[in-house]
Structure formats: C-alpha cells, structure tokens
Nanobody
Framework: QVQLVESGGGLVLAGGSLRLSCAAS????????MGWHRQAQGKQRELVAT???????NYADSVKGRFTISRDNAKNTLNLQMNNLQPEDTAVYYC???????????WGQGTQVTVSS
C-alpha cells in the first residue's frame, strides 16, 4: 500500500509560480511511475506530467516549457515547479503513483491551485 500527501497549492497571480510536493510513504519500493494530474471544475481529470523510476519524463502539451517535474528518490518525494501560471491552470492537482501490481491505483487527496488574472 502507498500513501500520497500533496502540499504547496495556493492562490497566485497570473505569471506567478508555485511549487507542489508529494510525499510518498508505505510500500515505496513498489512504485514504478509517479505523476501529477489536475481537474478543473466541470472538466475531466487530465495528466500533467509523469516521472518513471528510470528517469523518463513526460509533459502535457499545455504545460511544456512552464512546468518542471522532479523526483527525489532518497526522500520519496515528487515535485512540480509551476512557472508562468495562467488562469487556465486553475484546478485541483493530484499526485498519483503506479506499481506493477496496482497500475495507477494510488492517489493523493489533492491540493487546490488558483490563478487569478
């Protein structure tokens, strides 16, 4: 079992920055991929970025060049540095983890990011 806890959300003006963190605990050795998803009000949850155990990174087109995902294996944390935030980035951001046994089964509780214009 894996537990994920996000932190770092908040309110920021357009053009500003925020840094999200996700702390993983439990059966961390089983995690193969971690990622960030987001869900805006009235919209479906969407993938933002992923980071595999081998170091491969993937971003949604909408955040490329503005967001940077990083992973600290020693501290079992996943981070998302978000720069040049725009109102359309407003959403609840969720940390997610995947293992071979339970693909993409683990979710954090979410953290709200609000960008005002």
């Amino acid at each position: 079992q894996v537990q994920l806890v996000e932190s770092g959300g908040g309110l920021v003006l357009a053009g500003g920055s925020l840094r999200l963190s996700c702390a993983a605990s439990g059966s961390n050795f089983s995690i193969s991929i971690m990622g960030w998803h987001r869900q805006a009000q009235g919209k479906q949850r969407e993938l933002v970025a992923t980071y595999t155990r081998g170091g491969s990174i993937n971003y949604a087109d909408s955040v490329k060049g503005r967001f940077t995902i990083s992973r600290d294996n020693a501290k079992n944390t996943l981070n998302l540095q978000m720069n040049n935030l725009q109102p359309e980035d407003t959403a609840v951001y969720y940390c997610r983890a995947s293992s071979a046994t339970f693909p993409w089964a683990y979710w954090g509780q979410g953290t709200q990011v609000t960008v005002s214009s």
